[in-house]
């Protein structure tokens, strides 16, 4: 079974903190990386893609990618209330051609920003 | 901008009906999927489709089956709803990798 780990959570951080959610994944052939935010009863939106080694930044989103590791971290810096949601990590194990898109997700962090 | 739209966003339904979901995109997206959700068990893949006609059993087929007439469309049917399928349902579609979602269907089987 190929598998999308994240860390547990509930996290918590204050207004203004940068807030670190984590995830892990267990085939080595992966290609494509994606975070998903989902506010409570609304669907996911994609937010984050990365495919290389390293870091990918878009505002105040910082993607990383260890592929040796097989780890796929979000940072989230100069955290508001906004960003209150479940982040979902997602990952498209094996090549497009055989798995169509197919994306394995986590179960997701629930990340609570206070003021 | 990619829109995906769902036929509703509450269902309730009785035990043994069957129960039709449908699912539209604009973007003219080869690959379509339908996903349940559930507390503490996340986003679980029931089935996808990646051209017309065509279709493929995701990890929690049973009770479920699709169809896919038009390339636009994506329609999920319970067979004979039962309460165990009471969940959030949504709907994905994807050109490539990146996957966007439809605004889900909460469906209550009583």
């Known amino acids: 079974q190929k598998e999308v780990e994240q860390n547990s959570g509930p996290l918590s951080v204050p207004e203004g903190a940068i807030a670190s959610l984590n995830c892990t994944y267990s085939?080595?052939?992966?290609?494509?990386f994606f975070w998903y935010r989902q506010y409570s009863g609304k669907s996911p939106e994609l937010i984050m893609s990365i495919y290389s080694n390293g870091d990918k930044e878009d505002g105040r989103f910082t993607a990383q990618l260890n592929k040796a590791s097989q780890y796929v971290s979000l940072l989230i810096r100069d955290s508001q209330p906004s960003d209150s949601a479940t982040y979902l990590c997602?990952?498209?194990?094996?090549?497009?051609?055989?798995?169509?898109?197919?994306?394995?997700f986590g179960q997701g962090t629930i990340l609570t920003v206070h003021p | 901008d990619v829109k995906v739209t769902q036929s509703s966003r509450y269902l309730v339904k009785r035990t043994g009906e069957k129960v039709f979901l449908e699912c539209v995109q604009d973007?003219?997206?080869?690959?379509m999927f339908w996903y349940r959700q559930d507390p503490g068990l996340g986003l679980r893949l029931i089935y996808f489709?990646?051209?017309?006609?065509?279709?493929e059993k995701g990890d929690i087929p049973e009770g479920y089956s699709v169809s896919r007439e038009k390339k636009e469309r994506f329609s999920l049917i319970l067979e004979s709803a039962s309460t165990n399928q009471t969940s959030m349902y949504l709907c994905?579609?994807?050109?490539?990798?990146?996957?966007?979602f439809g605004p889900g269907t909460r469906l209550l089987v009583l």
């Open positions: 994905a579609s994807s050109t490539r990798e990146t996957q966007y």
């Open positions: 489709s990646y051209d017309v006609k065509m279709k």
């Open positions: 973007m003219d997206h080869e690959n």
């Open positions: 085939d080595r052939g992966s290609q494509s």
């Open positions: 997602a990952v498209n194990q094996g090549s497009f051609g055989t798995s169509y898109g197919k994306l394995t």
